[in-house]
């Protein structure tokens, strides 16, 4: 499976993940209380470097989280002049006690530097 990319400070990308029950194949249901979903991930690119940040459930009945501004999970600094680095991640579910639950299987989100292009861009043709 191709990694899903993000480009290092794109502010605008949003990341979600929808979490599924392994044993039913159902949208996970949230226990009671508050449930918590963190995004956790490592790369073997660039060692000591992880995602670890709370994100929100944006459709619970669906099981639907998200992370926004996606592009600031990993920093310009933090690729050390590598032009892409890919991360292992995996959605931590907690309970309302913050007692983990759950785990959702593992995806890799690849990260890259936006393009070393400069000047101003040209005017397309009509």
Known sequence: MA????VVGATRKVLQVQL???????PL????????????????DLPG???NIYGNISNPPLAICQWLKAGDLVSSVNMA???DATFNCRVRVEDGASVVFDWAPKFDLL???PPAV???PAVAAT
Do not use: Y
Request: without cysteine.
């Open 3 to 6: 990694a899903n990319e993000v």
């Open 20 to 26: 599924i029950d392994p044993n039913t194949g159902n």
């Open 29 to 44: 249901v949230f226990g009671a209380g508050t449930p918590k979903v963190a995004l956790q991930g490592t790369s073997l």
């Open 49 to 51: 470097v992880q995602i």
């Open 81 to 83: 002049g590598r032009p």
């Open 111 to 113: 990260f890259s530097m």
């Open 118 to 120: 400069t000047g101003t």
